[in-house]
C-alpha cells in the first residue's frame, strides 16, 4: 500500500434501514487495507426513486442535499452501484443552466466509487486473502455493469478468495426485475423477470449468489425466500468480510438481503 | 391502428398468463440473441463502426429539410413522383387516388410499419382492393387478421402449429404440414399473387437524397417481386429515412443486418432510382414515393428526444429487452413495441393514449447497449417521464408522496427521526405478515417476494458505537 487513503462512506437509504450488516462489512473490508473511514450522519438519500420516477425537481433537492454533505470530502464509497450511477452519470446533467454547478457535481462525481470500484480501481488489490468455503455464482447488476462499467473486477476479487468457487450464471447481464418502483407499478412484468432471473440462479447450482447493490440483491432474496429456495443471496462486501474471518462459513449478525 | 398503448397494464397482464406465447418469445430471443452476439463478436471494430453510424445519422437527422429536397429533385428528374403526408388519412387517400388514376385493383404489399402506422390494409380493402401481404410473416398475421408483435419478425409470437392451422383452414394445406412445406404453400400462393397485382406497395429501410435511391433490405424476395413486376411501385417513406450521401450507406447497411438478424449481409437489397426506363426489361411504368410525418416533424423539433429520429428500425432493442421478452409486441398497443415503440408511440400517439409506455421499465439500460445507433433509450425514457411530470399527468398520491420524500431527504433531523421510528413500525408489519393486509405497493411487492426483516438497529448506532469503542 502506498499512502493511506481516506473515504467516506455513502450508507444509501436502502441499506442504513434493511442491511446494515452489508455497510459494516465494508467498513471492515475498507479497514483491513488501512484506508481511513468517515461517515456523516446527515446524509439522506441521494434521489433516485424521485429521479427515475420524472420528478427532476424534487431529485435536484435531494442531490443539492447530497452536495453539501460530500462535497468536502476525499472519496465517497457506497455499497450501490445504482446509487453511485445516479451521482456519477446524472448529478453533473441535472442543472445544465448552470455550469458552475454542474462543474461541482462532476468533480463530485469523479471522487464518487461503487465498493468493488474502489478496491480494485482506487485501492488497485487483484488478490484478495482469507479463506471463504463454498459456492458463488455472480450476478452484474444492471447500473453497475452498463451504467459504472463493473465487470471483471469483482469476478476476479471473488475467484481470488480461497476455498470460494465461482460457477458461471447464464445471462448474467440480464435485470432481474426490481428497478425501483417498475417492481410495484408493474408488478407482474418484474416477476416473471426475477422468476427467470431466479431460475439461472438455481441452475447455476452456487450456494449463493453475489452482486454490488442491496435493491437488487433486496428483489432477489425476497423472491428466493418466497420460493423456499436455499440459495442465500449476499452483497459482495460479506462475502469478502467473511473471507477476512477466515472461518470458513464467516458470521453475521445481521440478516443479509 | 387505432392506439391501445394506455392500456399497457391490462394487455401484459393477458399476455403474461398465455404459455404459447411464452415459449415463442424465449424461442426467438434465444436465436436472436445468439445471431447477434455471433455477428458482433466477429467485428473488432463494431464499438467504431456504431460511433460512425450515429455520428452519419445524425448529421443527416440535423439536415433533414434539406436532404428530402435534394432527393424530391433527384427522384423527379427521373420520372418518379414525390408526395409529402402531413398525417395518416392524407397519406391514405394520397395512396389510393394513385392506384384509382392508375385503374389499379389488386395491391401486393411488402413489409412495411408505415403502412402499419397509417392502417393502410383496412383502407384500401374498404375502398374494394385486393391487398396481399407479400412477406410471409406478414402473410401469416394477415391470414389471422392481427398486427405485427415485432419490428422484423411480424409473426414471431405465432408457432408452427398455429401456422399450420391456418394454412390449412385458409389454403387448405396439410394440417401437420412442417415448416418448409407451409413456406411451399404460401410461395405458390403469393406467387401467383404477385404476378397478377397491378400495384406494388413498400416501405423503405433508407432512401439517397444525393442519388434519389430508395433502398430496401429484405431477406424473402417479396419485395423485389412487389416493386419490379406490378405496373406502377408506391414507396411510403417516413421522411426521417432519407440519408444526404450515398457514402453514409454502407455503415448503416452493416448496422442494421448484423443488428437485425446478426447477417453480414441480407439476401436482397434493392436499389431504385426510377421507374422503368426506354429498353429496360422489367420494372414499373410508375413510380412514387409517398413521404409521411405523422407526428416526426413535431419530434423532430424537440431536440432532448430528436434522436430517436436515428432508428433503422432492426428491432435489437426488442431482442434483448427483458419487458419485451416476458410480454410480448401486441402488449406495447401500437405499431412500435419494445423500447424504441415506448420513446416514439407517445410522441406519435400522443402522450395521453400512451403514458404508460415510458414508465414499463426497469431502466436496465439494455436497450441502450445493443442499439446499432448508439440512441441513448433510457435517458430518453427518464426524459418522457420527466416531461409527464411536467405535465401535471402523474397521480396526486404520487405528487405528494414525492413531495414529503423531498421534504425528508432534505432535513437530514428529519430524516433520522424517520429511520428511528420507522424501523420497528416496519419490522412490525414484517412480522405480522401485515404487508398483504396494508395494501398497495407492500401487497404488490409480496405476491412473489419476501419482505426483508432487518434487525432492531441501523448502521448509524453501531458506527457511534464503534467511534466511542475506538473504531475496529
Redesign the interface.
Known amino acids: 500500500m502506498s499512502e493511506p487513503k481516506r473515504a467516506s462512506l455513502f450508507i444509501t437509504c436502502l441499506v442504513d434501514f434493511l442491511f446494515p450488516g452489508v455497510a459494516k462489512a465494508m467498513v471492515k473490508v475498507l479497514r483491513h487495507y488501512d484506508v481511513e473511514l468517515e461517515f456523516s450522519e446527515n446524509q439522506t438519500c441521494c434521489g433516485q426513486p424521485a429521479f427515475n420516477a420524472g420528478f427532476r425537481g424534487e431529485a435536484r433537492e435531494m442531490a443539492l442535499t447530497f452536495l453539501d454533505v460530500f462535497e468536502g470530502c476525499e472519496a465517497v464509497v457506497s455499497p450501490s452501484g445504482s446509487c453511485v450511477a445516479m451521482v456519477k452519470e446524472y448529478y453533473p446533467e441535472l442543472f445544465p443552466d448552470n455550469q458552475e454547478l454542474s462543474g461541482r457535481f462532476q468533480s463530485l462525481a469523479d471522487r464518487t466509487w461503487e465498493f468493488s470500484q474502489y478496491l480494485t480501481e482506487v485501492l488497485g488489490v487483484t488478490e484478495f486473502p482469507g479463506r471463504r468455503d463454498g459456492s458463488l455464482t455472480w450476478h452484474d447488476c444492471c447500473h453497475s455493469l452498463r451504467g459504472l462499467g463493473v465487470r471483471e473486477g469483482p469476478r476476479r476479487l471473488l475467484s481470488s478468495v480461497e476455498g470460494a468457487e465461482l460457477l458461471e450464471l447464464e445471462k448474467s447481464d440480464e435485470c432481474c426485475g426490481f428497478g425501483g418502483l417498475f417492481s410495484v407499478k408493474f408488478d407482474e412484468i418484474s416477476s416473471r423477470m426475477l422468476s427467470n432471473k431466479l431460475a439461472c440462479i438455481e441452475k447455476s447450482g452456487a450456494e449463493s449468489v453475489v452482486a454490488t447493490d442491496c435493491s437488487c440483491l433486496m428483489h432477489m432474496a425476497g423472491g428466493l425466500e418466497k420460493r423456499g429456495s436455499a440459495v442465500r443471496a449476499l452483497h459482495l462486501a460479506e462475502v469478502l468480510a467473511d473471507a477476512l474471518e477466515e472461518s470458513g462459513t464467516g458470521s453475521q449478525e445481521e440478516a443479509s438481503p | 391502428m387505432r392506439p391501445r398503448s394506455d392500456q399497457f ?1 391490462k394487455l ?2 393477458e399476455a ?1 398468463e398465455d404459455s404459447f406465447l411464452r415459449e415463442a418469445l424465449k424461442r426467438a430471443s434465444a436465436s436472436f440473441h445468439a445471431a447477434k452476439t455471433d455477428a458482433v463478436d466477429s467485428m473488432p471494430d463494431w464499438e467504431e463502426l456504431r460511433q460512425r453510424g450515429h455520428d452519419r445519422k445524425n448529421r443527416a437527422i440535423e439536415n433533414l429539410p434539406e436532404a428530402l429536397e435534394v432527393f424530391e429533385k433527384n427522384l423527379r428528374s427521373r420520372g418518379g413522383e414525390v408526395h409529402y403526408c402531413e398525417d395518416g388519412a392524407s397519406a391514405r387517400d394520397k395512396i389510393l387516388s394513385i392506384i384509382r388514376s392508375n385503374d389499379g385493383s389488386s395491391v401486393t404489399k411488402s413489409k412495411s410499419m408505415v403502412t402499419e402506422e397509417i392502417d393502410l390494409n383496412d383502407h384500401l380493402e374498404a375502398a374494394g382492393l385486393s391487398v396481399l401481404e407479400g412477406d410471409l410473416g406478414e402473410y401469416i398475421i394477415q391470414l389471422a387478421g392481427e398486427h405485427p408483435s415485432h419490428i422484423i419478425a411480424p409473426a414471431i409470437h405465432k408457432s408452427r402449429e398455429e401456422v399450420a392451422e391456418l394454412f390449412h383452414e385458409h389454403l387448405g394445406s396439410d394440417p401437420d404440414a412442417d415448416i418448409p412445406e407451409l413456406t411451399r404453400v404460401a410461395r405458390k400462393t403469393l406467387r401467383e399473387a404477385f404476378l397478377g397485382a397491378d400495384i406494388g406497395i413498400s416501405g423503405a429501410n433508407f432512401v439517397i437524397a444525393e442519388t434519389g435511391t430508395i433502398v430496401l433490405v429484405e431477406n424473402e424476395g417479396n419485395i423485389r417481386m412487389s416493386t419490379t413486376v406490378p405496373r406502377v411501385h408506391i414507396a411510403v417513406v417516413g421522411i426521417e429515412k432519407v440519408l444526404p450521401r450515398r457514402s453514409d450507406l454502407a455503415t448503416l447497411l452493416r448496422l442494421l443486418c448484423r443488428s437485425a438478424t446478426g447477417q453480414r449481409v441480407t439476401s436482397y437489397i434493392s436499389f431504385i432510382s426510377s421507374p422503368r426506363t426506354e429498353g429496360e426489361g422489367d420494372g414499373p411504368e410508375k413510380l412514387h414515393v409517398v413521404f409521411l410525418d405523422a407526428g416526426r416533424s413535431k419530434l423532430w423539433a424537440d431536440p432532448t428526444q430528436r434522436e430517436a429520429l436515428n432508428c433503422i428500425r432492426c428491432g435489437a432493442c426488442l431482442n434483448f429487452c ?2 419485451y421478452g ?2 410480448g409486441g401486441h402488449s406495447y398497443g401500437w405499431v412500435y413495441p419494445g423500447p424504441i415503440g415506448s420513446v416514439i408511440t407517445p410522441h406519435y400517439v400522443g402522450i395521453e393514449k400512451a403514458s404508460q409506455l415510458p ?8 436497450c ?2 445493443v442499439c446499432p445507433m448508439k440512441i441513448p433509450l433510457p435517458d430518453m425514457l ?1 426524459g ?7 405535465a401535471g399527468s ?1 397521480s396526486f398520491v ?1 405528487k405528494l408522496s ?2 414529503v ?2 421534504l ?5 433531523r428529519l ?2 427521526l424517520l ?1 428511528t421510528f ?2 420497528p413500525f ?1 419490522r412490525l408489519v414484517v412480522r405480522a405478515g401485515l404487508a398483504a393486509v396494508l395494501g398497495g ?1 407492500a401487497r ?2 409480496s ?9 432492531r ?4 448506532r ?2 457511534r458505537e ?1 467511534a466511542e469503542k475506538g ?2
Open positions: 397494464h401484459s397482464s403474461l427483458p419487458v416476458s410480454v414508465q414499463a421499465s426497469s431502466l436496465c439500460g439494455r441502450g447497449e427518464l418522457l417521464r420527466a416531461k409527464a411530470v411536467e402523474a404520487e414525492m413531495r420524500f423531498s425528508l431527504a432534505r432535513s437530514p430524516w433520522r429511520l420507522g424501523r416496519y405497493p404488490r411487492w405476491r412473489s417476494r419476501s419482505l426483508p426483516l432487518p434487525g438497529s441501523g448502521f448509524r453501531w458506527w464503534d473504531g475496529e
